[in-house]
């Protein structure tokens, strides 16, 4: 049996894509490549493409024109090795615990092994105590903690998160973000929407700015928010272009 790692996931390249719906180009010629590694923040006013970017990359959309591809492909039949994590999660009306099972089931992972791995991953979020607690009860922290647990669970290689914390109190956010940040820890790249200056601060380290469909600029966190170099990022860190 072949016991090597497989082959990494990243980069994911873009190459002139764009993405038309309803007449509008939401995606205009875009090239990109993202790297493992650093924490990918993408920030731009509203309209500019930033969470049908996400789900062209993760493969929810296909591009009008372009081409996506990974540097190897996910094994047919093997656990899914990216994720994605949306404003609003969907959650099935199960206990904690079945939320996160059923998701290690679609992806192919052993019954055997789906209950173990899917209370590892509510302790790693601190949900454990929750864990035969009806999911849709939850608190919104919590769920958007479980719903962190459950692509966790799944040992992604990246994950994709679309505004996570824009319905959240403060302190839900705080710990949103910490699993987050722990999920780095662990070897997790993300790439993560965020209208929030301050998340966008605090939780990456390159900026994507994203203007009319197009990168408009892409810089270091720091430089970005003190010396960001083109007009359109300037005017949006001005308040003058619309969140």
Do not use: Y
Request: hydrophobic share 45%.
């Amino acid at each position: 049996m072949d016991m090597r790692s497989p082959m990494s996931l990243l980069p994911l390249r873009l190459d002139h894509v764009t993405f038309t719906a309803g007449g509008r180009r939401i995606i205009d010629d875009l090239s990109l490549a993202i790297d493992a590694g650093p924490r990918t923040v993408i920030v731009g006013p509203n309209g500019a493409g930033k969470s049908v970017l996400l789900r062209l990359c993760h493969g929810l959309l296909a591009p009008s024109s372009g081409s996506i591809a990974w540097n190897s492909a996910e094994p047919a039949g093997a656990p899914r090795r990216q994720a994605m994590v949306f404003q609003r999660p969907v959650l099935l009306r199960r206990s904690a615990l079945a939320n996160v099972a059923h998701a290690l089931g679609i992806a192919g992972v052993p019954a055997r092994i789906r209950s173990q791995r899917a209370r590892e991953a509510l302790s790693k979020v601190g949900l454990e105590r929750h864990a035969a607690h009806p999911a849709r009860v939850l608190s919104g922290g919590e769920q958007q903690r479980l719903a962190l647990a459950r692509a966790w669970a799944l040992q992604p290689e990246i994950i994709f998160l679309d505004e996570p914390t824009a319905s959240l109190d403060p302190g839900a956010t705080h710990e949103v973000e910490n699993v987050i940040l722990a999920m780095v820890a662990a070897g997790t790249k993300i790439v993560l929407v965020t209208h929030n200056f301050g998340q966008a601060r605090r939780m990456g380290d390159e900026i994507l700015f994203l203007h009319q469909g197009k990168i408009a600029e892409r810089a270091s966190a720091q430089t970005f928010f003190k010396h960001p170099r083109s007009v359109e990022a300037a005017r949006f860190l001005e308040g003058e272009l619309p969140w």
